[in-house]
């Protein structure tokens, strides 16, 4: 997979960084078969089968655009699972952690960045993720500004200001903090100002409208973006790229009906996407099919990542 390029980088991230303690759960989950992910509770008293089937996309700029888009997936799902399934739109990485906490979201697509606090404190159990014909998956964090900014690199963001999208997110704030401090010395409050869009969409926007001078973000946003025309690519000058990591993580909360957690898990490996209008809208990025994942092996960068901001995952 593409993702391996990055881990000689990651490696002198977490070599930089302070001692974290390892990855685990809330308290309300137990992992006793060391995945990474909470177990399925083993009363059955606490499972959850609901008449409708809740599923949320990771925030974005316009919901109703990805409604639309789903709405051939979800219908696929109420045919495997034989229940009615029902698009949430979600406007923050919190609220779609908190709904899935709060047993009211059941199926969902966490960003990158968000995918370790959605399994420690949400109960999230990831399965699955977009990748192209070949199977190869991933994207880049790009640090963008706008053409005649006065910004020709990436040092000259110092004194400057750069948009961050949200705490939570991979490409949005934590892989670019720990890249400027890395490798080019930089760090928010000190170096530069930081700013939050709360969206990739929002500081794509903002630098091709000019709002901000600079911001990262995920490039396969930006890919689907310009396809859509709602920006140019002459709007936009790339100051730097990382290597590759992986996409959205789709999976269940982890207290559904085991049976039904397989059903959903057979809606995501049987979908058709010839034709679909999810075919229509991800083949901007590259993808074209959903392939198995785990958490533990594929968000291993991520993890090493977050070490290197010393995040804590606080799930009260």
């Not at 992910?37 to 974005?60: C, G, M, R």
């Not at 790009?142 to 999208?165: C, M, N, Q, R």
């Not at 920006?231 to 039904?260: A, C, I």
Request: net charge negative.
């Amino acid at each position: 997979m593409k993702l391996t390029a990055l881990l000689s980088t990651v490696a002198a991230l977490a070599l930089a960084a302070p001692a974290h303690a390892e990855f685990k759960l809330g308290d309300r989950y137990t992992d006793n078969d060391g995945d990474l992910v909470a177990d399925i509770p083993e009363d059955e008293s606490k499972w959850l089968d609901p008449d409708t089937i809740i599923f949320a996309y990771t925030p974005v700029e316009d919901p109703a655009v990805y409604a639309e888009v789903w709405q051939g997936f979800l219908d696929h799902m109420a045919e495997v699972t034989g229940k009615k399934v029902q698009f949430f739109p979600v406007q923050s990485n919190a609220a779609q952690i908190e709904a899935m906490r709060a047993g009211r979201l059941h199926v969902a697509g966490f960003n990158t960045g968000s995918n370790p606090l959605a399994v420690a404190c949400a109960g999230f159990r990831p399965f699955t993720m977009m990748a192209a014909a070949d199977g190869s998956f991933g994207y880049e964090m790009e640090i963008l500004t706008y053409p005649g900014s006065g910004i020709e690199s990436v040092e000259d963001l110092k004194g400057k200001e750069l948009a961050f999208t949200s705490e939570t997110s991979n490409s949005g704030f934590k892989a670019p903090s720990a890249i400027l401090k890395a490798e080019f010395g930089l760090e928010a409050g000190r170096d530069f100002e930081a700013v939050f869009s709360g969206k990739h969409d929002n500081s794509i926007l903002g630098v091709a409208n000019q709002d901000y001078m600079a911001a990262s973000i995920a490039n396969s946003v930006k890919a689907r973006m310009i396809d859509r025309e709602v920006v140019t690519e002459d709007q936009l000058e790339v100051l730097y790229k990382s290597q590759t990591f992986p996409t959205t993580g789709y999976g269940v909360v982890h207290n559904l009906r085991p049976d039904l957690q397989e059903n959903i898990k057979e809606a995501f490996a049987t979908f058709e996407w010839e034709g679909s209008k999810l075919e229509e809208e991800f083949k901007k990025s590259g993808e074209a099919q959903f392939v198995p994942i785990t958490f533990k092996e594929h968000w291993s960068v991520i993890r090493t990542i977050d070490a290197a901001n010393d995040v804590e995952y606080n799930c009260n």
